[in-house]
């Protein structure tokens, strides 16, 4: 079972238009690796409703702390990232593909958005951590970073069987 919090927008007495709310999410709330949030999450909500339609335009924003997969240094990096999501009642609405639809009763009080929080934060950080795309990170045989000096390594000669399927990516 997860042991992260619920945030949920309280449908039942909402009016028609346009209402926002800003709140800010510690990243453990949302079961998610501590380390990785240099800050907690800011969280707008945009939220309309529009007959038995309620849309919602989330915006993220946080800063990360990573570590640099080439030179293993430490740096921060900004994360924003928005989504919509459309919770209805009307049958003709709903799109069973569409993952960001959700189908509600009449009678729904509340909404629950921890689990699209979650996903959307999990899917927009970055699978490669890389410090500035130009990082020549580390020495494979001495280990110096390679930003911060140079080394006095010979460089390898690779395998001539490799020649042929260098040519074909040049």
């Known amino acids: 079972m997860a042991k992260y919090s619920m945030f949920k927008i ?3 007495n909402l009016k028609e238009g346009l209402e926002q709310q800003e709140m800010t999410i510690q990243p453990d709330e949302l079961d998610l690796v501590e380390e990785e949030f240099a ?3 800011h969280l707008r909500l945009d939220i309309e409703k529009v007959g038995p339609n309620i849309f919602v335009h989330t915006y993220l924003q946080t800063k990360l702390s990573l570590l640099c997969d ?3 240094e430490p740096f921060f990096q900004d994360l924003s990232e928005e989504y ?4 209805t009642s009307d049958p ?3 799109n069973e593909e569409d ?4 189908r509600i009763s009449e009678s729904t009080e509340e909404v629950d958005l921890t689990d ?10 970055p699978v490669k951590h890389l410090c500035r795309d130009e990082c020549q990170g580390l020495c494979a045989q001495c280990g110096t970073n390679l930003n911060q000096e140079s080394c006095t390594c010979e460089k390898q000669q690779t395998d001539p069987r490799w020649d042929k399927l260098k040519q074909l990516l040049k």
Do not use: G, H, N
């Not at 919509?84 to 919770?87: H, T």
């Not at 993952?99 to 959700?102: D, G, L, V």
């Not at 699209?116 to 950080?125: K, N, S």
């Open 84 to 87: 919509r999501l459309l919770f």
């Open 39 to 41: 800050q907690p999450v």
């Open 99 to 102: 993952e960001s639809t959700f």
């Open 10 to 12: 309280f449908i039942a």
């Open 116 to 125: 699209p929080l979650r996903e959307t934060l999990l899917l927009a950080l």
């Open 70 to 72: 080439r030179c293993a």
């Open 92 to 94: 003709d609405m709903v």
